[in-house]
């Protein structure tokens, strides 16, 4: 008994003991946001000078960091602002919220410690960059885009010239997951993929995963690329509007109810259809009795209004819409005299295709060590096409008409509902966990015919619709994840994602386990390594270099099973004395069930029978990247090399492509090495360069041709899938902005030159015959013909800030 009583005080001593150890701990938390704006910042660094502990903000600019009782010197800390120093004498859990004040001139002793230093995170193969660098591109047209400033970072690679498609580490455009505000944008790209649908007028944030992927992503094998938008200043009505060859934008940002209730708004529409309109006069005017009125625009509209509860409670709402639009009508008119009647003929088209993407999220602090957000969202990515006959004679007091219509529409649409949290116990350890569920709903194609007559009193009406009904899936997943600093030295990153999608009555599920960890070597030295296991539920079928809208979204099926991928990397981080970050990584990707057309089979927006042209098979990438980034002082930019390999393997019995032989896939390229390099000596101007230079793209041509000596026919053999490599592609493009202050803010004219030393770079290559000889059944002097696309084109844009 007196064994037992020991025991029992024993244990009740430890819990005391544990119970006042804890009680020594208090927890400093709050939000930090731009003393200008308003605007949170996400992964500011809040860190104690003397226990060296520190915490980064979350994606809604809060943070948690729990300390022993005693002093604390905090340091809060974000690039391009300044820095922030307060003591604290820690007794009770404390809120502190911190405005940072923006600093135009960062001096060099103060550029390490306000540094956030990729090396020190356990993160790898993920890059930041700052929306004022992706602005400072200079592109095609004047446009800024956040697709073509990824093409020139490693491991991204672009498609063909001008395009807006990126390529991430030898997987497909369909891998590649794009969120805005946290829910999936399926269709990413303006004018058949020449712009993207990212206006960088409204986007706070841009980070781009291209491995080692925390367990809260899933869906695709190849990037996510998260992109946040401005929430809107809460302290006066500020904008910008921004006229441009091609396009004109506007933003405008502001309170609501002050200091509460936020808005932001951007929108961006071209002026094709007002650019075309002398050209189609012209042509109208060549038609007898004709009258012609078409075009062709798009659009993008970003809203984001944020109401603060309290600092512990928010609420936003998001809201995205985007489309492209062609519109045409052709009207003649014949009189005819000999009888009085009058005939018209009217031929309409209509082409639309976009994205509709609405958020509501409600982001709540449930203690001072947990943060919770639940989202409900709603996604539409839709193509509809119209074509309509009219005919109809009037003759006295008689109308007599026919009318037909022919209808084409595809489409996604997605219900998701999801809860997320953040846990901090303590600063060695930041879990999250969470989970959500996705209602899919694929139109994969659907023609509609409708036929109306009316002659001599009679009425025939012909209405019919054709194609594949709707196809209903439900996809869940949760997932569990933990960011745990071990010692000064090692920290690790693991989780679990738990996924399964359900269709047509099968049920696939996946467990996708993820694993990083960082080394520390010295202060500015660190080694990383990763894992991860992705899976995807869905395909895009596609024929075509260019990004269309007929291309279709179709989910997996009883016959083809989910694609998977496992990827490995490891990579040596240096930060060079506060002046740029130095990385080096190689990777070894392994993709399962991919798909690619059969020999002979295409794809021309009809979803009939995909199953039966397509094969499944392998592929694998392998690789070295190389990166020197600078993102602070008046000399910001970075140097990107990439080399690497991509192939495909499709030999499974039944479903060969290439004899059952390894081939390159479409976008394998060996080397690929981008520069870009931005130089702001003041308020008034600032210029920007960038250079690129890459292995060609491969393709499939015929190398042999015999003629059939019964038939006389020309035979084209092709000995090898993707067995010709064009041309290696560079191009130069510069920019310089004049900025000047005015009375109610700030005029900047920008200049920009694409293709500055005119490279004639190959968009398209094929092969044509000329006159030629043929021996012994083999046809000579055929030559292969290079389209190229763009050659020197200026911009210039105007904008006013205010």
Same mark, same amino acid.
Request: with cysteine.
């Given at each position: 008994?007196?064994?037992?009583?020991?025991?029992?005080?024993?244990?009740?001593?430890?819990?005391?003991?544990?119970?006042?150890?804890?009680?020594?701990?208090?927890?400093?938390?709050?939000?930090?946001?731009?003393?200008?704006?308003?605007?949170?910042?996400?992964?500011?660094?809040?860190?104690?000078?003397?226990?060296? $502990?520190?915490?980064?903000?979350?994606?809604?600019?809060?943070?948690?960091?729990?300390? +022993?009782?005693?002093?604390?010197?905090?340091?809060?800390?974000?690039?391009?602002?300044?820095?922030?120093?307060?003591?604290?004498?820690?007794?009770?859990?404390?809120?502190?919220?911190?405005?940072?004040?923006?600093?135009?001139?960062?001096?060099?002793?103060?550029?390490?410690?306000?540094?956030?230093?990729?090396?020190?995170?356990?993160?790898?193969?993920?890059?930041?960059?700052?929306?004022?660098?992706?602005?400072?591109?200079?592109?095609?047209?004047?446009?800024?885009?956040?697709?073509?400033?990824?093409?020139?970072?490693?491991?991204?690679?672009?498609?063909?010239?001008?395009?807006?498609?990126?390529?991430?580490?030898?997987?497909?455009?369909?891998?590649?997951?794009?969120?805005?505000?946290?829910?999936?944008?399926?269709?990413?790209?303006?004018?058949?993929?020449?712009?993207?649908?990212?206006?960088?007028?409204?986007?706070?944030?841009?980070?781009?995963?291209?491995?080692?992927?925390?367990?809260?992503?899933?869906?695709?094998?190849?990037?996510?690329?998260?992109?946040?938008?401005?929430?809107?200043?809460? !302290?006066?009505?500020?904008?910008?509007?921004?006229?441009?060859?091609?396009?004109?934008?506007?933003?405008?940002?502001?309170?609501?109810?002050?200091?509460?209730?936020?808005?932001?708004?951007?929108?961006?529409?071209?002026?094709?259809?007002?650019?075309?309109?002398?050209?189609?006069?012209?042509?109208?005017?060549?038609?007898?009795?004709?009258?012609?009125?078409?075009?062709?625009?798009?659009?993008?509209?970003?809203?984001?209004?944020?109401?603060?509860?309290?600092?512990?409670?928010?609420?936003?709402?998001?809201?995205?819409?985007?489309?492209?639009?062609?519109?045409?009508?052709?009207?003649?008119?014949?009189?005819?005299?000999?009888?009085?009647?009058?005939?018209?003929?009217?031929? !309409?088209?209509?082409?639309?295709?976009?994205?509709?993407?609405?958020?509501?999220?409600?982001?709540?602090?449930?203690? +001072?060590?947990?943060?919770?957000?639940?989202?409900?969202?709603?996604?539409?990515?839709?193509?509809?096409?119209?074509?309509?006959?009219?005919?109809?004679?009037?003759?006295?007091?008689?109308?007599?008409?026919?009318?037909?219509?022919?209808?084409?529409?595809?489409?996604?649409?997605?219900?998701?509902?999801?809860?997320?949290?953040?846990?901090?116990?303590?600063?060695?350890?930041?879990?999250?966990?969470?989970?959500?569920?996705?209602?899919?709903?694929?139109? +994969?194609?659907?023609?509609?015919?409708?036929?109306?007559?009316?002659?001599?009193?009679?009425?025939?009406?012909?209405?019919?619709?054709?194609?594949?009904?709707?196809?209903?899936?439900?996809?869940?997943?949760?997932?569990?994840?933990?960011?745990?600093?071990?010692?000064?030295?090692?920290?690790?990153?693991?989780?679990?994602?738990?996924?399964?999608?359900?269709?047509?009555?099968?049920?696939?599920?996946?467990?996708?386990?993820?694993?990083?960890?960082?080394?520390?070597?010295?202060?500015?030295?660190?080694?990383?390594?990763?894992?991860?296991?992705?899976?995807?539920?869905?395909?895009?079928?596609?024929?075509?270099?260019?990004?269309? +809208?007929?291309?279709?979204?179709?989910?997996?099926? !009883?016959?083809?099973?989910?694609?998977?991928?496992?990827?490995?990397?490891?990579?040596?981080?240096?930060?060079? =004395?506060?002046?740029?970050?130095?990385?080096?990584?190689?990777?070894?990707?392994?993709?399962?069930?991919?798909?690619?057309?059969?020999?002979?089979?295409?794809?021309?927006?009809?979803?009939?029978?995909?199953?039966?042209?397509?094969?499944?098979?392998?592929?694998?990438?392998?690789?070295?990247?190389?990166?020197?980034?600078?993102?602070?002082?008046?000399?910001?930019?970075?140097?990107?090399?990439?080399?690497?390999?991509?192939?495909?393997?499709?030999?499974?019995?039944?479903?060969?492509?290439?004899?059952?032989?390894?081939?390159?896939? $479409?976008?394998?390229?060996?080397?690929?090495?981008?520069?870009?390099?931005?130089? $702001?000596?003041? !308020?008034?101007?600032?210029?920007?360069?960038?250079?690129?230079?890459?292995?060609?793209?491969?393709?499939?041509?015929?190398?042999?041709?015999?003629?059939?000596?019964?038939?006389?026919?020309?035979?084209?053999?092709?000995?090898?899938?993707?067995?010709?490599?064009?041309?290696?592609?560079?191009?130069?493009?510069?920019?310089?902005?004049?900025? $000047?202050?005015?009375?109610?803010?700030?005029?900047?004219? =920008?200049?920009?030159?694409?293709?500055?030393?005119?490279?004639?770079?190959?968009?398209?290559?094929?092969?044509?015959?000329?006159?030629?000889?043929?021996?012994?059944?083999?046809?000579?002097?055929?030559?292969?013909?290079?389209?190229?696309?763009?050659?020197?084109?200026?911009?210039?844009?105007?904008?006013?800030?205010?």
């Amino acid at each position: 008994m007196i064994k037992l009583k020991k025991k029992l005080l024993i244990v009740l001593l430890l819990l005391t003991g544990c119970r006042i150890a804890e009680a020594q701990n208090f927890t400093i938390r709050g939000t930090i946001r731009a003393l200008s704006s308003g605007e949170t910042l996400i992964s500011a660094t809040v860190y104690d000078m003397l226990s060296g $502990k520190g915490a980064l903000t979350n994606a809604e600019g809060r943070y948690s960091l729990t300390l +022993p009782k005693g002093k604390v010197i905090l340091r809060i800390s974000y690039v391009g602002y300044k820095t922030f120093f307060d003591t604290i004498d820690l007794s009770k859990n404390e809120e502190l919220n911190v405005w940072l004040e923006s600093s135009t001139v960062l001096q060099t002793v103060t550029i390490k410690a306000d540094r956030i230093s990729s090396h020190r995170s356990s993160q790898m193969s993920a890059i930041d960059i700052p929306v004022e660098n992706i602005k400072s591109v200079p592109v095609l047209f004047g446009e800024t885009d956040v697709l073509k400033a990824l093409q020139l970072l490693p491991g991204v690679q672009s498609g063909t010239e001008g395009m807006s498609g990126i390529y991430v580490r030898g997987g497909g455009p369909d891998q590649n997951l794009f969120l805005l505000d946290g829910v999936p944008l399926y269709n990413v790209n303006h004018l058949g993929g020449f712009f993207s649908a990212f206006n960088a007028d409204a986007i706070k944030n841009v980070t781009l995963y291209k491995g080692s992927f925390p367990a809260h992503f899933g869906g695709r094998l190849s990037s996510v690329l998260d992109i946040t938008t401005n929430d809107g200043n809460d !302290k006066k009505l500020h904008g910008n509007a921004t006229i441009g060859v091609i396009a004109a934008k506007v933003n405008l940002e502001g309170p609501l109810y002050k200091d509460k209730t936020t808005f932001n708004v951007s929108y961006r529409r071209t002026y094709f259809d007002l650019l075309m309109q002398p050209a189609i006069m012209a042509i109208g005017a060549m038609e007898d009795a004709g009258r012609l009125n078409a075009g062709y625009y798009f659009y993008d509209l970003n809203a984001k209004v944020t109401h603060r509860f309290s600092d512990r409670s928010r609420l936003i709402g998001s809201w995205y819409s985007g489309d492209d639009k062609i519109y045409a009508r052709m009207k003649y008119t014949y009189n005819y005299e000999y009888n009085g009647s009058t005939s018209e003929e009217i031929m !309409k088209l209509g082409y639309n295709w976009g994205n509709l993407v609405g958020s509501l999220r409600w982001n709540y602090e449930l203690t +001072p060590k947990m943060f919770m957000n639940v989202t409900g969202a709603y996604t539409r990515y839709r193509n509809d096409i119209s074509i309509r006959l009219e005919e109809n004679e009037y003759y006295y007091n008689t109308t007599e008409y026919y009318n037909a219509e022919m209808t084409y529409k595809s489409g996604i649409r997605d219900i998701t509902a999801k809860v997320d949290f953040d846990y901090q116990p303590n600063p060695d350890h930041k879990v999250k966990f969470g989970g959500n569920y996705i209602h899919h709903i694929f139109q +994969p194609d659907v023609t509609g015919t409708r036929y109306e007559e009316n002659y001599s009193g009679t009425d025939v009406i012909f209405d019919t619709t054709l194609g594949e009904s709707r196809v209903h899936a439900n996809e869940i997943s949760t997932f569990i994840e933990d960011d745990w600093t071990i010692n000064e030295a090692f920290k690790i990153n693991g989780g679990v994602n738990l996924t399964g999608f359900a269709v047509q009555g099968k049920f696939y599920p996946s467990i996708q386990p993820r694993l990083s960890g960082r080394w520390m070597l010295s202060e500015d030295l660190s080694f990383k390594a990763g894992y991860s296991y992705m899976t995807q539920y869905m395909h895009q079928l596609s024929n075509s270099s260019i990004s269309l +809208p007929t291309d279709l979204w179709v989910p997996v099926t !009883k016959r083809i099973v989910p694609m998977y991928a496992h990827q490995v990397a490891a990579g040596a981080f240096y930060n060079w =004395s506060g002046i740029a970050d130095l990385s080096a990584e190689v990777y070894y990707k392994k993709m399962k069930n991919m798909l690619e057309y059969k020999d002979g089979a295409s794809f021309l927006g009809s979803s009939t029978g995909w199953e039966d042209k397509v094969y499944m098979g392998d592929g694998w990438s392998y690789g070295l990247e190389l990166l020197a980034q600078r993102t602070i002082g008046d000399i910001t930019g970075w140097i990107g090399y990439t080399w690497s390999k991509t192939m495909r393997l499709f030999d499974r019995e039944g479903q060969m492509i290439n004899n059952g032989e390894p081939f390159p896939a $479409k976008y394998d390229r060996r080397h690929d090495l981008s520069i870009m390099v931005s130089y $702001k000596p003041n !308020k008034e101007f600032d210029c920007s360069a960038t250079w690129v230079l890459s292995s060609g793209n491969v393709g499939t041509l015929s190398m042999h041709e015999y003629i059939d000596p019964t038939t006389g026919q020309t035979i084209h053999y092709i000995e090898n899938r993707n067995n010709f490599r064009m041309p290696m592609y560079h191009r130069m493009d510069v920019g310089v902005n004049f900025h $000047k202050e005015k009375k109610h803010g700030t005029r900047t004219i =920008s200049l920009s030159v694409y293709n500055v030393y005119n490279r004639k770079n190959p968009f398209m290559v094929y092969e044509k015959n000329n006159t030629h000889s043929v021996i012994n059944g083999v046809h000579y002097n055929s030559a292969l013909v290079q389209l190229s696309l763009f050659p020197i084109m200026p911009s210039l844009s105007y904008s006013y800030k205010f």
